[in-house]
């Protein structure tokens, strides 16, 4: 009784082995069966027909103008291409990486994550074909250089140092548009001590993305404050985390950041979400509101953008050092396989004609008749007359800023700037944390 | 369309191949059991060279695979036969060793001739591997594989051993040795551009492992060949279950604990560095308020119920000889006592791992004590059956959507906006009253004062009548009830509920921001999971009061023993084992708790908990070596309870 007992205890254990070793070779039969599938496409060349783009972007005319865009150039060539926006995509695209079923593209809004793809061979470069035809600058197509290999494609650029208003109200109350930092917190005091509408509004909320606009006050105040220089050291770690400029700057934003100064919808600034804004704002729950281009596509819609009475328009978010500096941020497409459709559409993305048909079919979206789209695109080569005058004069910002700097967490490795930076800086914003024990606990995250 | 058909038929023919095939196996492993009590020997030789002929078929296995990348004229029959002959030939060559073996009678010779013949074959075989089916062994990993399979192997030897026996262990121990090695050198090791001398060496070790293995089983005696066939029968019916869990949980499982030991990006091995990263993270342990303690409010309630306590216990001690028992006078103070000891503790330290200990500690105590309460109270009453449907319901709704249900019931809006959140509309709404006019006002203030006032009645009839215990229940609405109209009456302070005075003297709504407010917004997460737990304690605790036998409780009632008595001496002792197991239960959920705290606050505001933790080091940041080891560690601190809750079980059930 014994023995038999024994040998299926070995037979058992050979059984453990056996499907430890059975996994790897079924991946080996399936690659075979793609080689194969591979050999067989050759004769006929044709990619892929089924084409799936992910990202961030998820609100109806975000999304939407983007899956039009590109159903320009799937119509053309026969390929469906489909755009999936997902609220927690920093979590997911990580997930479905480490699946193994990682979409075919996915648009990336953090450099810093990009450079951890490509360095992890997750993402493949672009071929010199499709380089050649990115149809943007050298110094946007920088973010997506990894080691000298071009892999991301730009596909929008965000203007970030905008403080949304509406000039009736101003008006009304006898607000002046600030030129000066000094100036800014003049107002925001002078309109905190009226009584009425709260000066700000502000809310950090959004999803597992939670604390990114307290993060661009910061990088906002530290480039005012400290300069582009100090902003590039930070950025690149060659000062820490918790250096005492960039403290100040945690410090400067949450100063400013008082109850008796923030309107926030949510109840305190952490539970509103960023995208809750735009109606107080139209509303009169507050008078300013600092964020990026983009917002626009947040403010109600039917809102018109200009001076009249209800309408709503921008100012520059006013510098302290005269150096006028700007803070941008953009997207850009990884592919994650190198199929020659996928490349092709890929070259589709970074040209002209697609920042074009995006353009028109988000302000299609959004009502057309001179409404702003919240879409940006820094590629070369576009019509201008798609665009606004006041688009317009973002774009020429951008083009013609002495100083533009990319948003920093987004460039940071993603422990930190997608992570640390973000709840860290969410409890500093709660006031469970102060901004040096927030400067300490990101600091210590650091990667190294 | 033609692709989609196309993908249909290829997986329904996977499919019945896989299905055709296992089932081919296991009646094919039911006819050699059939065969076995006839011919014992015979079977001996067949299940050794089926085990030589798996492992030789297994490890040079990607011969098999190679037949389309290596050489493109190759066919699958070619690559078949390339692949075929060497299992074959070591399928013969150990059952001819196990052939001389057989003709030993004696153990050492036994060991000495087992271990020599298949040491060899195994040598042989690690020789005649082609390169591409060598490991590249790393020594330290191999070793480390093997370690950890032996204990683990050894370990379950002694558990089924019961008795612990040294010779059971050792044979357990010897095949964890061969799985480790092998799992160790062709698992772990990438394939491959190794020496033949590795291969030789491990194959021989590999061998002389399994042949001293089989030599330790005794000869033929021919008396247990009955049992034999019953226990391969067993063997061959949990094969495909086993094989399932292997599957599914122990190579999952033994994988996590080796990613564990790496580094973040799971290439370079790191030894215990994340263990100790789990807990020197400032975020797992933060002590810096504990000097709080001291001086919170919760410490006060914590003493003064245990002086409560105290006063009772003595009479108590005087009346039946003990401090506390069951149902006495002094039990409930001192429950209090702990429970509010426990909070202070717990809302003064902060971290994940404080977190984690705290939802266990306040969950386990609020379902099983909430379950067990309403399962006694709802006992024989007439709306018994919809009240426990209705106290059951929320175990239906899943954690995500009980978490947004929640969510809703929390949240706050800007003070001058009214609340939604139903918590929050009720807090603002009582302070509006409360600092109001006009006849809503009188009116709770009314609806309060009349239980307070009869419960203060009570309360005053047992001092005077001298009944110690039934002032607590009435002293304690009592109480409730004056501070609340004190409050409310603005007698003392400013009102109560949700509002503030501001600068100018105006009222303003005070919402309570419920999810972002630490320490205490972890208890708000908890209560979701107390309010889906209860109605699981409350069912269990029912049917187990249920099924205390009558005889017992008219015994006692016979005896003269009152209903609290009743309950307390005779229904607690009975259900005393299901109290256990439910608590454990509940424990062993809480510990891995996650769905709420990331859908609710995503572990910000100092909600954090393990197993959110895990996930994001592991999904978000991408640190697989810590992730694993945090998974590592839940699985490790849930084990114990687990065992205690399978025993209880076995023995209540």
Redesign the interface.
């Known amino acids: 009784?014994?023995?038999?007992?024994?040998?299926?205890?070995?037979?058992?254990?050979?059984?453990?082995?056996?499907?430890?070793?059975?996994g790897?070779?079924d991946e080996?039969?399936d690659?075979?069966t793609a080689?194969?599938e591979a050999v067989e496409e050759e004769a006929a060349p044709a990619g892929k027909t089924e084409i799936t783009v992910t990202g961030p972007e998820r609100s109806d005319e975000e999304a939407g103008a983007l899956q039009d865009a590109l159903n320009v150039w799937g119509d053309a060539n026969g390929v469906t291409v489909t755009y999936l926006g997902d609220a927690d995509w920093?979590?997911n695209i990580?997930?479905q990486v480490?699946a193994g079923n990682a979409p075919d593209i996915s648009i990336v809004p953090q450099p810093g994550k990009l450079a951890?793809f490509a360095r992890?061979g997750l993402i493949v470069p672009l071929t010199d074909e499709v380089n050649a035809s990115i149809e943007w600058s050298d110094a946007w197509k920088q973010f997506g250089l990894v080691d000298g290999q071009q892999y991301g494609v730009p596909m929008k650029s965000d203007l970030k140092s905008l403080v949304w208003y509406q000039p009736s109200r101003f008006a009304e109350a006898g607000y002046e548009v600030p030129t000066t930092f000094g100036e800014f917190t003049a107002l925001v005091d002078k309109m905190a001590a009226d009584g009425g509408a709260k000066p700000l509004c502000v809310g950090i909320e959004s999803?597992?993305a939670?604390g990114w606009t307290y993060t661009d006050w910061v990088e906002e105040m530290v480039l005012r404050q400290h300069g582009a220089d100090v902003y590039d050291q930070w950025v690149a770690h060659e000062i820490p985390f918790n250096d005492s400029r960039i403290v100040e700057s945690m410090q400067a934003v949450l100063d400013l950041w008082t109850e008796d100064n923030v309107?926030?919808?949510?109840?305190?600034i952490?539970?509103t979400a960023f995208q809750d804004n735009g109606q107080p704002l139209v509303d009169g729950?507050c008078y300013m509101h600092r964020q990026a281009s983009f917002y626009s596509a947040f403010i109600p819609a039917g809102t018109v953008f200009g001076d009249g009475p209800g309408e709503v328009n921008v100012f520059y978010f006013p510098d302290i050092n005269g150096d006028k500096p700007v803070l941008g941020a953009g997207v850009l497409a990884v592919a994650f396989n190198d199929d020659a459709n996928v490349m092709s559409l890929m070259s589709y993305m970074g040209s002209a004609q697609y920042a074009m048909e995006r353009q028109q079919a988000q302000a299609t979206r959004k009502g057309g008749n001179g409404a702003l789209s919240g879409f940006l695109s820094a590629a070369i080569g576009q019509d201008p007359s798609i665009y606004t005058p006041l688009e317009q004069s973002f774009l020429k910002i951008l083009e013609t800023a002495a100083i533009v700097r990319f948003d920093a967490s987004d460039l940071m490795p993603?422990?930190v700037g997608?992570?640390t930076f973000w709840?860290d800086g969410?409890?500093a914003v709660?006031g469970?944390l102060t901004a040096q024990e927030a400067a300490d606990?990101i600091e210590?995250s650091w990667?190294g | 369309m033609r692709d989609f058909a196309g993908k249909i038929l290829s997986t329904l023919l996977t499919v019945t191949i896989a299905v055709g095939v296992s089932g081919a196996l296991w009646v094919l492993a039911n006819l050699l059991v059939n065969r076995?009590r006839d011919r014992?020997v015979r079977?001996?030789y067949i299940?050794?060279a089926?085990?030589g002929f798996?492992?030789a078929g297994?490890?040079s296995?990607?011969r098999?695979?190679?037949y389309?990348?290596a050489a493109p004229g190759a066919s699958f029959v070619g690559s078949f036969i390339q692949w075929i002959w060497l299992p074959i030939v070591v399928a013969v060559a150990v059952s001819a060793s196990s052939f001389v073996t057989e003709r030993q009678q004696r153990r050492e010779r036994r060991i000495i001739v087992d271990v020599l013949l298949i040491g060899t074959v195994g040598g042989v075989l690690g020789a005649l591997l082609v390169d591409t089916a060598r490991p590249n062994v790393v020594p330290g990993e191999v070793a480390l594989v093997a370690v950890f399979s032996i204990l683990f192997?050894g370990a379950i030897g002694a558990t089924v051993h019961r008795r612990v026996r040294t010779l059971g262990v050792l044979?357990?121990a010897l095949?964890?040795a061969?799985?480790g090695l092998?799992?160790g050198a062709?698992?772990v090791g990438d394939l491959g551009a190794s020496s033949t001398r590795s291969g030789i060496v491990l194959g021989a070790i590999i061998g002389c492992l399994?042949g001293a293995?089989?030599a330790l089983?005794?000869a033929?005696s021919g008396e247990?060949?009955?049992?034999?066939?019953?226990?391969?029968r067993a063997?061959?019916f949990l094969?495909p279950a086993?094989?399932f869990i292997?599957?599914a949980l122990?190579?999952p499982s033994l994988r996590t604990i080796y990613l564990s030991l790496l580094d973040?990006?799971g290439s370079k091995f790191v030894g215990i560095d994340n263990y100790l990263s789990i807990f020197r993270n400032?975020?797992a342990w933060d002590t810096s308020r504990f000097g709080l303690l001291w001086t919170s409010r919760l410490t006060v309630a914590s003493g003064v119920c245990f002086l409560v306590f105290v006063l009772l216990a003595v009479r108590s001690r005087r009346r039946s000889g003990h401090f506390v028992e069951f149902g006495s006078a002094s039990a409930p103070p001192l429950i209090l006592a702990v429970m509010f000891a426990g909070f202070a503790v717990f809302s003064t330290l902060r971290g994940t791992l404080v977190n984690t200990l705290w939802w266990v500690f306040v969950v386990t105590a609020l379902s099983t004590g909430l379950g067990l309460l309403i399962a006694v109270l709802a006992d024989g009453v007439r709306f018994e059956r919809s009240a426990k449907a209705i106290i059951f319901m929320p175990l239906a709704v899943s954690m995500v959507g009980a978490s947004v249900i929640f969510r809703l019931v929390y949240?706050?809006?800007?003070?001058?906006?009214p609340q939604s959140g139903t918590l929050n509309a009720l807090w603002v709404g009582l302070g509006r009253l409360s600092t109001g006019e006009g006849f809503a006002r009188l009116l709770v203030g009314a609806v309060v004062l009349i239980p307070t006032g009869l419960a203060l009645l009570a309360a005053t009839r047992s001092l005077v009548r001298r009944q110690w215990t039934k002032i607590a229940l009435p002293a304690a609405v009592a109480g409730g009830g004056i501070w609340f109209s004190l409050r409310y009456w603005q007698l003392v302070g400013t009102g109560l509920g949700g509002q503030r005075v501001g600068k100018s003297g105006e009222i303003i709504a005070d919402?309570i921001?419920f999810?972002?407010e630490?320490p205490f917004n972890n208890f708000w997460l908890m209560l979701v999971l107390v309010w889906i737990q209860t109605g699981f304690a409350m069912v269990i605790f029912s049917a187990a009061i249920r099924a205390v036998p009558r005889e017992l409780t008219e015994a006692a009632a016979i005896d003269g023993a009152d209903t609290q008595q009743i309950f307390w001496r005779v229904t607690m002792p009975q259900i005393g084992p299901t109290i256990g197991v439910v608590a454990t239960t509940i424990m062993v959920l809480v510990m891995k708790v996650f769905d709420i705290v990331k859908v609710m606050t995503?572990?910000?505001?100092?909600t954090e908990v393990l197993s959110n933790n895990m996930y994001r080091e592991a999904?978000?940041?991408?640190?697989i070596g810590l992730g694993a080891a945090i998974a590592v560690l839940i699985f490790v601190s849930v084990l114990p309870i687990m065992y205690i809750n399978i025993r209880r079980m076995n023995r209540t059930i």
Not at chain 1, 1 to 22: I, P, Q
Not at chain 2, 224 to 232: D, F, G, I, L, S
Request: charged share 15%; proline share 4%; aromatic share 6%.
């Open positions: 009784m014994k023995r038999s007992r024994r040998a299926f205890g070995a037979l058992f254990a050979l059984a453990l082995v056996a499907t430890a070793c059975g790897s070779s080996a039969s690659t075979v080689e194969e920093e979590t990580n997930t480490q951890d992890a999803g597992t939670t309107y926030a919808s949510g109840g305190t952490a539970a729950d993603a422990d997608a992570g709840t969410t409890s709660n469970d606990a210590a990667p | 076995m014992s079977a001996t299940s050794r089926l085990t798996v492992v297994v490890l296995g990607n098999l695979t190679q389309s990348t192997f044979r357990m095949l964890g061969v799985a092998v799992l062709w698992g399994v293995r089989w089983i005794p033929v247990h060949r009955v049992a034999t066939e019953r226990r391969a063997a061959v094969a086993l094989g292997a599957i122990v190579i973040r990006r400032p975020k949240i706050s809006r800007d003070a001058s906006k919402p921001n999810l972002q630490p995503n572990g910000n505001f100092g999904f978000y940041n991408l640190n």
